[in-house]
């Protein structure tokens, strides 16, 4: 695939039916046959387990980055979706403004407070660029770059892209 992040947006998209939506869309098909419905909703929710497995396992699945009470805070499609284990672990680099690295951790958890990663030994910053990536045995995928801006003493998230 050219473009990995339109698989994501593809299998963010196929993942977000859950077993309830894809038996009422067959559901609404009416069929005469109850035994064909049932074969139609387990293939589906095979099929959506599939994508989610193949696609979160071979890319950064991570998603709905926000702000929260000073921490940057976001899901993971794959744990969420259990295409992989409960626990994760994620790559976190700041980056000043010009690309300058100030710092790379390592988070078990989603949430990053960002008065921390926002303080080097030399200044506070008031804008920074984060690089997030899930830790995959065997696999680097590509990150995620949060654009933030500090406005006074909070943070706003003002740009996402996939890498």
């Given amino acids: 695939m050219d473009h990995p992040w339109v698989a994501f947006w593809g299998a963010r998209i196929v993942t977000a039916f859950s077993d309830d939506h894809i038996g009422a869309a067959v ?30 396992n071979r890319l950064n699945s991570l998603d709905r980055f926000r702000v ?50 926002a303080t080097t030994p030399s200044k506070v910053l008031s804008q920074m660029i984060v690089d997030v990536r899930p830790l995959m045995a065997g696999r680097q995928v590509a990150p995620v770059r949060l654009y933030l801006h500090r406005l006074d003493a909070d943070w706003q998230l003002v740009g996402l892209r996939r890498l």
């Fill in 68 to 117: 929260e009470g000073g921490a940057l805070r976001f899901d993971d499609l794959a744990v969420a979706g259990g295409y992989r284990g409960d626990i994760s672990e994620y790559d976190v680099r700041v980056l000043e403004p010009s690309g300058q690295s100030v710092t790379i951790e390592r988070y078990r958890q989603r949430v990053i407070v960002l008065h921390t990663i």
């Fill in 27 to 56: 559901s609404s098909g009416q069929f005469n046959d109850a035994a064909a419905d049932s074969h139609l909703v387990r293939f589906l929710i095979e099929r959506r387990d599939r994508v989610g497995q193949h696609w979160f």
